[in-house]
C-alpha cells in the first residue's frame, strides 16, 4: 500500500474514531471506560472532553517508557486526533433528551467506532496509546491478556466514575458488542493484526 494511501486511511480512521466516540458521549447512556476517564476529568478540571482525552494520552504515553514500547507515527496522531475530532463532534450535534435519538447516537457511535477501528489499524503505523500500554505490560509482566486488559478497563471505568463520567447501558452494550463488531470490520475490509 502507497505511503499516501496508508497516512490518509490513518487520519480519515481516526477522525471517525473521534467523531464515534462524541456520538456515544452526546447520546448520555455511557460509553467505554477510557471515555469515561476522560468525561469525568472534563467535568473535574474544566478541560473540554477532547483536551482531557489528549491529555490522558499523553500520560498514557508516558507509562509506555520504563515498558519499553516504541511509538510509530499513527501512536502520536492516535494521541491527538482523536480528542480534537470527538470536541468538534460534540460542537456540531446538538444534545437531545429524546430517548430514540440518544439511542441511535449511541447504537451509531458503536458501530462507527468499529468501522473506525479497523480503518485506522489497516496502514499498520502504530498502535494507540491504549492499545501499546496494554501490549507493554503483557510483555512485561508475562500475564495474560485477559487479565491485563480487564483490570485496566476496570480500573479506568472506577476512577472514571468516580470523577464523574457517565456509565450507563451504553457502557455494557459497548462492551459486549466492541469486539465482535471490530472483528468482523477486520475481516471484511482484510485487515491483518498479526494476531
Not at 86 to 107: I, K, M, N
Not at 136 to 142: A, C, D, F, K, Y
Amino acid at each position: 500500500m502507497a505511503k499516501r494511501r496508508r497516512v490518509a486511511l490513518l487520519l480519515s480512521g481516526l477522525a471517525l474514531y473521534g467523531m464515534a466516540i462524541g456520538l456515544m458521549i452526546r447520546s448520555e447512556l455511557g460509553a467505554s471506560p477510557w471515555d469515561v476517564l476522560a468525561q469525568g476529568v472534563s467535568r473535574r478540571v474544566g478541560f473540554s472532553f477532547g483536551i482531557a482525552t489528549v491529555l490522558i494520552s499523553a500520560l498514557v504515553l508516558l507509562c509506555w517508557i520504563p515498558l519499553r514500547v516504541r511509538p510509530g507515527w499513527g501512536t502520536l496522531a492516535n494521541a491527538v486526533l482523536v480528542g480534537l475530532a470527538a470536541d468538534g463532534t460534540l460542537l456540531v450535534v446538538a444534545p437531545t433528551g429524546q430517548w430514540a435519538q440518544r439511542t441511535g447516537l449511541l447504537l451509531t457511535g458503536i458501530v462507527l467506532l468499529a468501522f473506525a477501528t479497523a480503518v485506522y489499524l489497516r496502514p499498520g503505523l502504530g498502535p494507540g496509546p491504549r492499545d501499546g500500554l496494554f501490549t507493554g505490560l503483557v510483555r512485561r509482566t508475562g500475564s495474560p491478556v485477559w487479565a491485563v486488559r480487564g483490570s485496566i478497563e476496570i480500573s479506568v471505568l472506577l476512577v472514571g466514575w468516580l470523577l464523574g463520567g457517565t456509565v450507563g447501558i451504553g457502557t455494557l452494550l459497548f462492551a459486549a458488542a466492541i469486539g465482535p463488531l471490530v472483528h468482523l470490520f477486520l475481516r471484511g475490509l482484510r485487515v491483518d493484526v498479526g494476531h
